[in-house]
């Protein structure tokens, strides 16, 4: 990716310092999503779920795509952020700033919880363990008819003004401008990290679990440190569900929906850090034009689209759109 | 250099988003969120095919506005209120419409209310079934039912004159479901019967069996059922059937989706004696009724309406009759000031809209299933004439209702 020059002197700060540089298109790129204020003002509700789908994937990214831990499971850690902060709001407390901050290390906290028994096991088990979390927690919201409303949701969520003046709008004016922030400030941590030392030990952790305990790398905390990391920003984007729908279903804890942002990672690009946010867009522009088209069979269309998209484009759409330009190089070279 | 094509990806995301749909001066755009797929679809069918019926009936104008409809499905995930809600909203935002209507599940309605009372816009409610929401929003009038209306009458019946003592009660774990076995138990107390135990079983539920064997072990002598339609009554009819739980065992008593002509066909004779009250049955006696089951027939291919069909028929026949009412204007205030207090002929017989809740005001049916031509049917042998929720009557006499109909 970031070739070094042959014949010049390696210099592992070099790469690195390479890696955090903004590049213009990165820029252009969220400049292109404030687009929607001025080209599209009647799908400013649309465009913050997807900022908020594209948190959620870029968490999952940090696990699936950089450490190389599958996860199946991780609406857990959106549920329970969109449980706190929505019950937090229900209880008198609908400041969202602080319903944020408290929703993310509430959900840190069980991300810690849940990483002892996640760095024990691999592959085809740690499948198997987050999906049964998934259900766990599910069944649990399900169970708890009084504090979560159960099946008919959690009811009353009332949120304050941010800063006292800015309302949620019907309109989604405040909530896209809420979670845009949020999902850019979250991508501004979530970036650097990735491109630090540490994120650098995840992708070798990734690419070779023997080797990187030779090289000193301590596996096992390192794991543990990422899948708080991770679990907490799934708990952000699940409080800004709550907050900015004022709703909180049961659906935030399903496996449709640990199964879903993994599908949004895999047809933006798993590891390739705006694949969650590309695929995100894609999978809900998809689904939400497919789904006027035709409210019947809507999904027919769109389970097509995604089997299509992902036997021509296996490693997602920034992957295959990258093969396509290292073709084109080659052969002008 | 793949970061270009991340910029590019966004920018055509953000163009894709832009094919905002043009506005005409006049139509009247009614959206309807409605459950097309998923476990509930078959509702969300039924009640489709009530509009279009309406609509072909009538015609598509009405007050000289052209009446077009935007559909939206609220049932991909099961339940999903969030959905339901951004749905609303969208259509309003979006789609510029005047009226909603649809609303299969009561969490759906519920999790929409706020969007009616902030935006002003009415909000018709075709199915959901649980006593509190018309009272969650000013906006809202319903033409399904109540569900304590029809469960409260049952339960006394059940006690009194149905030979029922200690009973068991089924239903499933959700607003309508807890609101019907309260309703139900209490009548039945109240009427000197014992309620011995229940179950409350999850919203998306495919199998019965194991609450089936519950209710066998419970030694009840009768047993309440509610669960929501789609493809659940079925499955429970099944389950209990296979289970020996016959109405010759035990007392079976619920409301109308158990004993729906695809719940009856699975259960066969095991389904001979069940009582059920309810407000409509198509085996109902009328002449508007003899119309709409013959339009309905040749609409779905020879299938009989329930229930979800005759309510989005009289949802689409409230519209229709408020728009005559204010020449068109379809104005949230002035819409829900229309609907008040009106009254119709509707196929399962008269019904009017209270003009205190903005609910609906039916008579509850009490009914048998039977052998009629040889096979399973619904007749009616009983009837309680223009029955009110009495959820909203005891708020009323608590002083908790405001005069817009809502909840203090």
Partial sequence: ?333 | MKKVFAGIGGMATAMLLGLAPAQAQDTIKIGLIMSFSGQFADLGTMMDAGVKLYMKEHGDTIAGKKIEIIRKDSGAAGTAPDVAKRLAQELIVRDKVDIIAGFSLTPDALAAADVFTESKKVAVIMNAATAIITARSPYFARTSIPLPAAMGALGTWAAKTGGAKKTFTMVTNYGPGIDSEIAFQTAFKAAGGEVIGGVRFPVANPDFSAFAQQLKDSKADSVYIFVPGGEQPAALGKALAEHGVTPKTVKIFSSGELVNDEPLKSMGDAALGIISGWSYSWTHKSDTNAKFVKGINEMLNGRNPDQFAVSGYDGMQLIYKALEKTKGNADGDTLIAAMKGLAWESPRGPVSIDPETRDIVQNIYLRRVDTVNGKPQVVEFDKLDAVKDPVKLQLKADGKLNPDGTAK
């Avoid at chain 1, 310092?17 to 400049?31: G, N, P, T």
């Avoid at chain 1, 009332?158 to 006292?164: E, H, L, N």
């Avoid at chain 1, 690419?207 to 990391?229: F, T």
């Fill in chain 1, 1 to 333: 990716m970031n070739a070094q020059t042959p014949g010049a002197a390696f210099n592992p700060q070099e790469v690195l310092r390479a890696q955090v540089r903004w590049r213009a298109l990165e820029i252009i790129f969220w400049v292109a999503t404030l687009a929607p204020f001025v080209l599209t003002p009647n799908y400013l509700i649309l465009c913050s779920q997807i900022a908020i789908a594209a948190l959620f994937a870029l968490s999952l990214d940090l696990l699936v795509g950089y450490s190389g831990i599958v996860s199946l499971g991780h609406a857990v850690y959106f549920g329970v952020g969109a449980y706190s902060a929505g019950l937090l709001a229900k209880h008198g407390w609908g400041e969202p700033i602080s319903g944020l901050l408290f929703a993310s290390v509430v959900t840190a906290l069980v991300g810690y919880l849940i990483s002892f028994i996640m760095v024990r096991i691999t592959h085809f088990a740690l499948i198997m363990v987050t999906v049964g979390l998934c259900l766990l927690f599910g069944e649990i919201a399900n169970s708890l008819h009084d504090v979560t409303g159960g099946d008919d949701g959690l009811q009353g969520v009332k949120m304050w003004s941010i800063f006292g003046i800015y309302r949620f709008d019907m309109f989604g004016r405040t909530a896209y401008v809420y979670t845009l922030v949020a999902t850019f400030l979250s991508f501004l941590v979530l970036r650097r990290i990735i491109n630090s030392p540490f994120g650098l030990s995840l992708r070798g952790m990734r690419e070779n679990q023997r080797r990187m305990p030779a090289i000193g790398v301590p596996m096992k905390s390192r794991l543990q440190v990422v899948y708080v990391i991770s679990a907490c920003f799934a708990g952000l984007a699940g409080a800004l569900s709550a907050q900015t729908t004022q709703f909180v279903a049961l659906d935030a804890l399903s496996f449709q929906r640990s199964a879903e942002v993994l599908v949004m990672l895999i047809l933006g690009g798993a590891g390739r850090l705006y694949g969650g946010l590309i695929g995100a867009a894609m999978f809900m522009v998809a689904r939400d034009q497919l789904a006027d088209m035709n409210p019947q069979y809507w999904y027919f269309w769109l389970g097509l689209l995604l089997v299509i998209v992902i036997i021509f484009l296996p490693n997602g759409i920034l992957g295959g759109l990258a093969a396509l330009i290292d073709r084109v190089r080659s052969r002008r070279s």
